[in-house]
């Protein structure tokens, strides 16, 4: 199973380049399946569009929408396998069988329904299909979450029983820090689906944080590589298999939540249960949450949202204001969340409060703060992001190789 991301067919030299290598794994005797994403930025272009006609475009129209960017790119790469004398057959999402709940722009997938390919895969065809899309019962096609080409391919792997399932982009592996930002960063060997996870869940886009829970879930062994050159990559895969892990694997950081205050709540039970209730029905996913000491019974309430999901956290944060009579509401989209990720966290205490004095060191203000036995988050002024993820990258030696 190989998956190559929307860079590595950004034009057609790209595509063609692709083709090529499909076509030698093919050659050492492989049944290939491969999982594509739309050209370059085509998804966010087509997301563009929809939102200069409208601002909250419908979310079944979004998919439709969306899902034709990797139609584009299955074709053409059928194509140019054609073109190099091997048999290669594309499918859509729905075409292969990609069953999913109704969750427009963020389905899940519920059932593979593989038989086309398998039987392809027997006629000795290179398989290829469309990431990030599927069929919903209701024979509506849905989206799977941007970034979902990822998770059709771990999906995939897993129906068919393939040996690994590699993920092919635009840089070497998984990196200790983002190296666009620090160009120190070292690429990690082997780590774990749990710190992959962590990693996913608080920025580092590359790997689909639903897909590595799916990669876990099935125990499909991933390997992130590029598509431009043959250096290994990363391979993730089960805590139990490893050997050793450092304390820290890597600085993680994200500019896509806002931050929501609701100020003078009542302090009283059920309170945070309706706010946040209210947030879940309405599909809206929060992250960090502080609560604010009480003072003669009323106490602030503040949160993270996805910035995408703001729209819709501000009105049932309305509704939310109005029903509990509190004093009012303040957005803040001037935030960004650094986080450090690492197995070996358990076992070592005084990672938080050397992340602290580091951030301190630097003058960097922290506002929130939220923890998981391998992570700690921090949320910070977001033009100060790249100074805190340098530093903490240098303060905790991630630059050197592990000893
Ligand atoms: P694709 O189009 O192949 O799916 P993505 O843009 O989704 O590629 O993911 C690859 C990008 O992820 C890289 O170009 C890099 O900028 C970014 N990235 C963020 N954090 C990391 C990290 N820790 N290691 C490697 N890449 C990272
Ligand atoms: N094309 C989709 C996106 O840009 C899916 C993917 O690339 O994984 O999010
Ligand atoms: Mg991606």
Known sequence: MQKYGGTSVANID??????????KTKQKGYNVVVVVSALGDTTDELVKKAHAIT????????????ATGEHVSISLLAMA??????????????QAGIVTDTAH?????MDIRADRLVDELKEDKIVIVAGFQGESFEQNITTLGRGGSDLTAIALAAKLGAERCEIYTDVDGVYTTNPRVVKEARKIPVISYAEMLEMAATGAEVMQLRAVEYGRNYDVEIHVRSSFNEEEGTVIKGEDEMTEQPIISAVTFDTSQAKVTIQRVPDRPGIAASVFGSLAEANVNVDMILQNVSEKGFTDISFTVDENDLV???EVVQQVTDDLDAAG??????IASVSLVGAGMRTHPGVAARMF??????????????TSPIKISCVIRRERMEDAVRALHQAFSLEKNPT
């Open 312 to 314: 819709k956290a501000k």
């Open 55 to 66: 601002p909250n475009p419908p979310e079944r129209e979004m998919d439709v929408l969306l």
């Open 14 to 23: 790209r595509l063609k380049k692709v083709a090529e290598r499909v076509v």
């Open 357 to 370: 004095s580091t951030l301190a060191e630097n003058k960097i203000n922290i506002e929130m703060i939220s």
């Open 105 to 109: 722009t963020k389905a899940k997938i």
């Open 81 to 94: 396998i054609e073109a190099l004398g091997q048999s290669a057959i594309s499918f859509s999402g729905p």
């Open 329 to 334: 509401s303040s957005y803040d989209n001037g």
